[in-house]
C-alpha cells in the first residue's frame, strides 16, 4: 500500500488532485488542510480519505502522520491576504516544517507546487514569498523531488478567476466585454495540472518545470466558449473601454465591496501568454482540449456545482 500526503488538501490543486487519485489501486491519502469549511468539504467528498485540520505553520502532532509515507505533495499556499505574516506562514514556515518532518520520517520523494510567479518582476507578498519558499526547496538536496510552476489555472472548486466570472454570468442580466476582447488568455486546465501531478508521484519524476496552458484565445472568445456551454441568463455586450472604466470608477465610490475594480480592468486587457513546454511528453500525460476542459468544469454531475470557501 502506497501512502501519500497532500497539504493544501482541500485547495484547488488539492481537491482535484484527490478527486482523481483516490480510484487509484493500493493508495492511502492523507490530507491536511487548515480551513475549517474546506476540510469539511473534503471529508464530505471523499470518506474513505484520512482528513486532519491542522496549521502546518505550527509544530503538532500532523508531523507523525509522515511517519510510513511514500511520497508527499507539498501544496499548501497563501494565495491572498492583506497580512504578510500570513503569507509568511504558510508559503515559508510551513514549507520547513514539513520537510522537517519529511526528514525526520525518511520520506523519499515529493512534489512541490511552485508558481509561475517566481519568474515575473511581480512584488508583492505572495511573489516574495512563494520564490523564497522555492528558494529553500532547491536547498532540499537530499529528498528527490520535482518542481511544478504552474500559471494561473481553471476547472473543479475554481472559486476565483474564470469560475467567478462563470457564477457572475448567472447573477447579471449583462455580462459586459471590454472593447474589442482581443486581449490573449492561455488558461490551465487544473485537471491537466492534476494528471501531471499524478504522473509525476509514480514515476518519481525530478527537476523544475514550468507549466501553461497549451492554448492561446482570446479572452472575448474564451468568455463566449463558457457562455455557450453554460447557456447562462447574461447577454454579452462590448463596452468601450474607458466607458467601462469610468463605470466601474463611479461604482467603486458608492460600493464598499465592488464586484470588479478599475485596477482588475487594468490587469484583465494585458495579454497574458507564457513559455510552452511539450509537457504532454515529459510526464507521459494527454492534454486536454480547451472546450472540453471547459465543458468539463461546468457540466460535470459531480463537481461542477461545488465551489470552495474564501
Known amino acids: 500500500m502506497t501512502k501519500i500526503i497532500v497539504t493544501g488538501a482541500a485547495g484547488l490543486v488539492g481537491q482535484n488532485v484527490i478527486a ?29 480519505v484520512e482528513v486532519i485540520e491542522a496549521d502546518l ?36 514556515t510551513a514549507t520547513q516544517l514539513i520537510v522537517s518532518a519529511m526528514r525526520r520520517h525518511a520520506v523519499p520523494y515529493f512534489v512541490h507546487i511552485s508558481s509561475s510567479v517566481v519568474n ?8 516574495r514569498t512563494k520564490t523564497t519558499q522555492e528558494r529553500f526547496i532547491d536547498t532540499v538536496t537530499d529528498i528527490a523531488h520535482v518542481v511544478l510552476r504552474p500559471t494561473l489555472m481553471f ?17 447579471t442580466p449583462v455580462f459586459p466585454i471590454p472593447g474589442n476582447g482581443n486581449f490573449i488568455r492561455q488558461p490551465l486546465y487544473v485537471g491537466d495540472f492534476a494528471s501531471i501531478i499524478v504522473s509525476s508521484l509514480r514515476s518519481r519524476k525530478t527537476g523544475t518545470f514550468d507549466i501553461s496552458g497549451l492554448e492561446q484565445i482570446p479572452y472575448g472568445d474564451l468568455i463566449r466558449l463558457i457562455h455557450r456551454t453554460v447557456k447562462p441568463r447574461a447577454k454579452i455586450v462590448h463596452i468601450p473601454y474607458r466607458l467601462f472604466w469610468w463605470l466601474l470608477f463611479v461604482y467603486g465610490k458608492f460600493s464598499a465591496n465592488p464586484p470588479f475594480t478599475t485596477n482588475q480592468l487594468e490587469a484583465l486587457v494585458i495579454p497574458e501568454t507564457f513559455p510552452v513546454i511539450d509537457w504532454p511528453a515529459i510526464f507521459g500525460v494527454t492534454a486536454t482540449p480547451l472546450g472540453d476542459a471547459i465543458r468539463e468544469t461546468y457540466l460535470d454531475a459531480r463537481y461542477s456545482s461545488i465551489v470552495l470557501d474564501f
Open 20 to 48: 482523481r487519485l483516490k480510484g487509484e489501486p493500493g493508495i492511502t491519502i492523507v490530507g491536511i488542510d487548515k480551513h475549517p469549511a474546506n476540510t469539511a468539504l473534503l471529508r464530505r467528498l471523499h470518506p474513505q
Open 57 to 92: 505553520a505550527v509544530e503538532g502532532p500532523w508531523m507523525d502522520v509522515f511517519a510510513g509515507a511514500d511520497a508527499v505533495l507539498l501544496n499548501q499556499a497563501q494565495i491572498g491576504g492583506l497580512e504578510e505574516e500570513e503569507f509568511v506562514a504558510n508559503n515559508v
Open 120 to 127: 515575473s518582476k511581480a512584488d508583492d507578498f505572495y511573489t
Open 155 to 171: 476547472g473543479w472548486f475554481d472559486r476565483k478567476h474564470l469560475g467567478w466570472l462563470r457564477r457572475f454570468m448567472d447573477r
